[in-house]
């Protein structure tokens, strides 16, 4: 985009905020080790092809990054902050907010969300083998919150920033690790209201 691989922003923005020390780029792949290093991240390994496959959960993928740190570097980092290269435009500060906002609640992890207005889950069906429109949620459709105003707010997870805490990682971890634990018992929502939401996972959204 404008003449940039989508992984310059992500780490040109977390070297501008103030509250990261260290910017680590985590892949299997050479090519992107040097892009990450020619923009100024660090890549001191390449990530085992095992934990680079797509149904890969990010939670095996931060615990090698910070096992590595630890053995080869005797580094241990009490808070990872994970940033996808997929978000191109996050606002100024934002990492900040978030990390400061962790520490003063106390808990084990933060999200940001933002709201999904009229993408609303009571608003939506799901449809059986003749495509005939059954209830997604049951008790909850349009019928009965016919109107937005009727609806509760609800909010979704954007991948602009998510924080863990070093001692939710395992350890020990495998390839089959899912999610659980990883973001602890107590996760804050941090309310993005950032008006760019872009999330690039296909042609069309770059486009």
Same mark, same amino acid.
């Given at each position: ?37 020619? &923009? ?5 390994? %390449? ?5 680079? @496959?797509?149904?890969?959960? =990010? $939670?095996? !993928? ?57 993408? &609303? ?5 799901? %449809? ?5 429109? @059954?209830?997604?949620?049951? =008790? $909850?459709? !349009? ?65």
């Amino acid at each position: 985009v404008n003449g940039l691989p989508l992984l310059a922003y992500t780490i040109k923005y977390a070297l501008s905020e103030k509250n990261v020390d260290r910017v680590i780029v985590s892949t299997d792949s050479k090519v992107i080790q040097k892009i990450a290093k020619k &923009h100024g991240a660090e890549c001191p390994f %390449l990530r085992p092809r095992s934990l680079s @496959k797509s149904k890969i959960s =990010d $939670k095996p !993928v931060l615990a090698h990054a910070a096992k590595w740190l630890e053995e080869n570097e005797n580094y241990y980092p009490d808070i990872l902050i994970y940033l996808r290269p997929t978000v191109l435009l996050r606002k100024k500060g934002l990492i900040s907010k978030c990390v400061n906002k962790l520490i003063s609640t106390n808990c084990t992890s933060l999200r940001t969300i933002r709201e999904v207005g009229h993408w &609303h889950p009571y608003w939506m069906v799901k %449809l059986d083998k003749k495509n005939i429109i @059954k209830e997604f949620l049951k =008790d $909850k459709n !349009v019928e009965k919150y016919y109107q937005s105003q009727l609806l509760p707010k609800i909010y979704k997870h954007d991948g602009y920033v998510d924080i863990v805490l070093r001692k939710n990682l395992p350890s020990q971890f495998h390839t089959g690790d899912n999610l659980k634990d990883f973001y602890g018992k107590k996760i804050y929502g941090f309310i993005n209201e950032d008006k760019h939401f872009i999330n690039i996972d296909n042609y069309n959204e770059l486009e």
